[in-house]
């Protein structure tokens, strides 16, 4: 529960597991790895972050939404393997901006991820990743992301 402790003190709650708008499950476990499925910025079941970063959302609007996305994955991880503690390594986040035309910042919008998870995991959050600017996501939705952690 060291993890969720860390979580709390941040001032941030680990939420609900956001219930999938399509035929998927929120996460597997396969081995010792976990994979989440994309998370939108869900919060208590309203879409948050809606629109193109760049155009309706700023940078730092695209930020904030990236770390509510690490919650909602975390969410989700924690319904398959019970407790947070059990995470080795966050090994890989993959995040899709919905961009403006133009709009290059990408990376800066995943740094919320990032960044938050070093926060939360310290060495452990550590990890490689991959920014994508896509024309649209889901629902309208500002930013998509998905993790993969090996546990123990």
Same mark, same amino acid.
Request: proline share 5%; charged share 25%.
């Given at each position: 529960?060291?993890?969720?402790?860390?979580?709390?003190?941040?001032?941030?709650?680990?939420?609900?597991?956001?219930?999938?708008?399509?035929?998927?499950?929120?996460?597997?476990?396969?081995?010792?790895?976990?994979?989440?499925?994309?998370?939108?910025?869900?919060?208590?079941?309203?879409?948050?972050?809606?629109?193109?970063?760049?155009?309706?959302?700023?940078? &730092?609007? /695209?930020?904030?939404?990236?770390?509510?996305?690490?919650?909602?994955? *975390?969410?989700?991880?924690?319904? @398959?393997?019970? #407790?947070?503690?059990?995470?080795?390594?966050?090994?890989?986040?993959?995040?899709?901006?919905?961009?403006?035309?133009?709009?290059?910042?990408?990376?800066?919008?995943?740094?919320?991820?990032?960044?938050?998870?070093?926060?939360?995991?310290? &060495?452990? /959050?550590?990890?490689?990743?991959?920014?994508?600017?896509?024309?649209? *996501?889901?629902?309208?939705?500002? @930013?998509?992301? #998905?993790?993969?952690?090996?546990?123990?």
């Amino acid at each position: 529960m060291e993890i969720e402790k860390r979580i709390e003190s941040l001032g941030l709650e680990l939420p609900e597991v956001p219930k999938p708008v399509a035929s998927y499950v929120p996460a597997v476990k396969s081995g010792n790895y976990v994979f989440t499925s994309g998370q939108i910025p869900f919060v208590k079941g309203e879409l948050k972050y809606k629109g193109k970063v760049g155009k309706e959302l700023t940078s &730092e609007e /695209g930020y904030e939404c990236a770390k509510v996305m690490v919650l909602n994955c *975390l969410a989700a991880i924690k319904s @398959v393997i019970e #407790d947070l503690d059990r995470i080795k390594q966050v090994t890989r986040v993959t995040g899709f901006i919905n961009s403006a035309p133009g709009f290059a910042e990408q990376p800066k919008v995943l740094n919320g991820a990032s960044d938050l998870l070093v926060q939360i995991f310290g &060495e452990k /959050g550590k990890h490689s990743r991959l920014a994508i600017g896509v024309s649209e *996501l889901p629902l309208g939705a500002a @930013v998509e992301i #998905d993790l993969i952690v090996e546990i123990q």
